[in-house]
């Protein structure tokens, strides 16, 4: 079903999972990588988000902010998995076939979960409807994927001495698909491109959805927005009318509150809205129900983080207070109850990275700028594996400072 995925980690089980895992944790948990990520998301912050914020502000024209953001976190993963930044997120704002190319082949993905298997196929193999916009799809990630990867492969070769750092996920993923002895990977450049497009698929909408929904709930909420913002100036010490320049990651850990309202933000709106497991064997749900191998079981986290038996009575209000325990840090709710960055083995490998990204974003948008909404009782979510704003986010952006 998922074979755009190839032999990276969302497809693969077993041994196999367990080595990208390993590989990937053992870079993404590495200090120099904190380091890399600060800078790159800083550099991009200044040198793509906020030109393009003080434009729009500046010329009074309403821009669709989901799609900055998603550009914002597409030049963010790529330049960090590939060391390449793409630019999307220039002031022309350029159409990029490949940058738009997720959201084609999540919504075909969704259809295929609720489409007899014989009708996709069949579409498939006619190359019509949803399927043909992702084969559209596949092909555009790999117009994109392959020079990529055969760029940085080149730089790798040429360059005498590497910091740690630098081109460390290529080094890492090489040296893993050389010591696979146990199947077939395919060539070293589809192995390499099945690896890095998961990874982009895996950080890139998921953390853009949030952002963008967090948006929203602000400007429904604006009491919330004041504390965010009176929290910002108090913790990273930046007054009223100076401009937000830099924080880092421990910096980023005082703004519990701001923590407490995204982490609000995905009860409501998980960016993978749903997730499907198939039983090893015959078994009875703690529900009684009768389920064996061929049992398809949907965990709707959209409908999870609503429910009145989970969160209480106030369960539709947004309250990031009820993340803040009595000592004032983040209270901790288990992944099964709030499994929006999945529960088990294969919880996201990218909650930490996220929440960074997702903070840098945020803290520099609210505090430097007023967001409004154009059209706000427009809005309603896709139907795609990744909970996005139906047709985009449309706002006016004011400067603050
Ligand atoms: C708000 C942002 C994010 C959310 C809500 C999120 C959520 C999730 C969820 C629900 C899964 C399980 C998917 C499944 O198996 O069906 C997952 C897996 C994963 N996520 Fe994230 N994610 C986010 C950001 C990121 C980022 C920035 C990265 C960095 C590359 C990342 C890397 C991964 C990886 C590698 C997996 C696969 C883990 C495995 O199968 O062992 N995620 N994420």
């Known amino acids: 079903m998922f074979e755009i995925f190839g032999n990276g980690i969302f497809n693969v089980d077993h041994e196999l999972w367990e080595l990208h895992r390993k590989t990937t944790m053992s870079i993404m948990g590495h200090a120099k990588f904190q380091t890399l990520l600060e800078r790159t998301m800083w550099d991009i912050v200044e040198k793509g988000l906020r030109p393009i914020l003080d434009a729009f502000a500046e010329q009074g024209k309403t821009l669709d902010l989901q799609d900055v953001l998603q550009r914002f976190t597409f030049d963010s993963i790529t330049k960090l998995l590939l060391d390449h930044d793409p630019r999307s997120l220039s002031i022309d704002l350029p159409y990029l076939p490949y940058e738009k190319a ?6 075909a993905l969704l259809y295929r979960y609720i489409t007899p298997e014989c009708l ?7 190359r019509i409807g949803k399927e043909k916009k992702l084969i559209q799809a596949w092909e555009a ?54 690896t890095f497009l998961n990874l982009m698929f895996a950080g890139r909408d998921t953390t853009s959805a949030a952002l963008t929904w967090f948006f929203w709930l602000l400007a429904e909420n604006p009491a919330v ?7 910002i100036r108090q913790q990273l010490h930046v007054k009223e009318d100076e401009n937000l320049k830099f924080f880092n990651k421990e910096e980023s850990r005082k703004l519990i509150y701001l923590h407490g309202a995204l982490l609000e933000t995905l009860r409501f709106f998980p960016s993978v809205s749903l997730e499907n497991k198939y039983p090893l064997g015959h078994d009875i749900l703690p529900t009684g129900h009768r389920v064996s ?19 209480g009575k106030d369960c539709l209000e947004f309250k990031p207070e009820r993340w803040i325990s009595e000592r004032g840090g983040i209270k901790h709710e288990p992944s099964f109850k709030f499994p929006a960055f999945n529960a088990g083995p294969r919880t996201c490998l990218g909650k930490e990275m996220a929440f960074i990204q997702m903070k840098i974003a945020a803290a520099t948008i609210i505090h430097n700028y007023n967001i409004q909404l154009v059209e706000p009782e427009n809005i309603s979510p896709a139907t795609s594996i990744i909970m996005q704003v139906k047709n985009g986010l449309m706002v006016k952006v004011l400067k603050r400072v």
């Open 102 to 107: 997720s959201g084609d082949a999540f919504d």
């Open 120 to 126: 996709w196929k069949l579409q498939k193999w006619l």
């Open 141 to 194: 990630f790999d117009q994109f994927i392959y020079p990529c990867i055969s760029r940085t492969q080149e730089e790798l070769m040429h360059k005498s001495t590497i910091k740690d750092e630098e081109l460390a996920f290529l080094t890492a993923y090489i040296k893993m698909y050389n010591q696979w002895k146990d199947g077939d990977l395919g060539t070293l450049q589809t192995f390499l491109r099945d």
């Open 225 to 231: 927005e004041t504390k965010i913002r009176e929290e």
């Open 293 to 311: 191998p061929k049992t398809r079981i949907i965990l709707p986290f959209y409908t999870m983080g609503r429910m009145e038996t989970l969160w």
